[in-house]
Nanobody, 123 residues
């Protein structure tokens, strides 16, 4: 059974960098051919895909967030990390990490999700 757990600060100030880590257990993040994504849900809105890192370490980001986003991994700890720079209050959301078997743009392809972590951007 694969489990994902998000961790990081729950409060970030505007203009700072939001950093979250997803710790994965029960399966390696280097195993073929999975996609490991970050997804968020602002209050009262739908899911918004942020980006992913693949089993081989390749990354791809949402075009609307690409200039401010980095996703990296630590294979020795079986973790992957999101950094979102220069945040505004509009980045306030529940942030999820999740695993997809293929086509990470299709939420139906995600088979495991973290429980989500609330991040609030406020001074």
């Amino acid at each position: 059974q694969v489990q994902l757990q998000e961790s990081g600060p729950g409060l970030v100030k505007p203009s700072q960098t939001l950093s979250l880590t997803c710790t994965v257990s029960g399966g390696s993040i280097t195993r073929n051919y999975y996609y490991w994504s970050w997804i968020r849900q602002p209050p009262g809105k739908g899911l918004e895909w942020i980006g992913y890192i693949t089993y081989s370490g390749s990354t791809y980001y949402s075009p609307s967030l690409k200039s401010r986003t980095s996703i990296s991994r630590n294979t020795s700890k079986n973790q992957f990390t999101l950094q979102l720079r220069s945040v505004t209050p509009e980045a306030t959301a529940v942030y999820y990490c999740a695993r997809a078997e293929k086509d990470p743009s299709d939420y139906g392809q995600y088979d495991y999700w973290g429980q989500g972590t609330q991040v609030t951007v406020s001074s």
